[in-house]
């Protein structure tokens, strides 16, 4: 199905996040932090409701992961970076109000982004 996360094509087609990890549901930045520094894979389920905030600050995500958002949900204030991580999967997550960029990808592979959308400013 071509807006699932499923549907890859292009460079990162191959990429399989989180595949075969658990999934887990953080409500607050603090948990989405945590869990985006296991080195297992995990399957990060975004709550469709909530601003994560990342309070200026860059948030590190390890390699074999699969973020998925929804309607409504928001990583902002922040920088979301993967550096030196292969399989990554970003789906359906708006990113607003960057401290730097949305997100930097840096000496990585298997990096597939799809169905987000980048807001500069909070009026977006």
Excluded: W
Aim: glycine share 14%; aromatic share 10%; proline share 4%.
């Amino acid at each position: 199905m071509k807006g699932s996360p499923a549907f890859r094509c292009g460079y990162a087609k191959d990429a399989i996040g989180g595949a075969g990890g658990a999934a887990v549901y953080p409500h607050n930045y603090e948990a989405l932090r945590y869990f985006c520094g296991f080195a297992q894979p995990l399957i990060i389920k975004l709550d469709p409701v909530t601003d994560y905030n990342l309070n200026g600050q860059k948030l590190y995500l390890e390699g074999r992961k699969t973020i998925i958002g929804g309607v409504g949900t928001t990583i902002k204030n922040g920088e979301l970076r993967i550096q030196g991580d292969s399989d990554v999967v970003l789906y359906h997550i708006r990113f607003r109000d960057p401290v730097g960029d949305c997100v930097t990808v840096k000496n990585s592979e298997l990096v597939h982004i799809n169905q987000c959308t980048f807001d500069q400013g909070t009026s977006g």
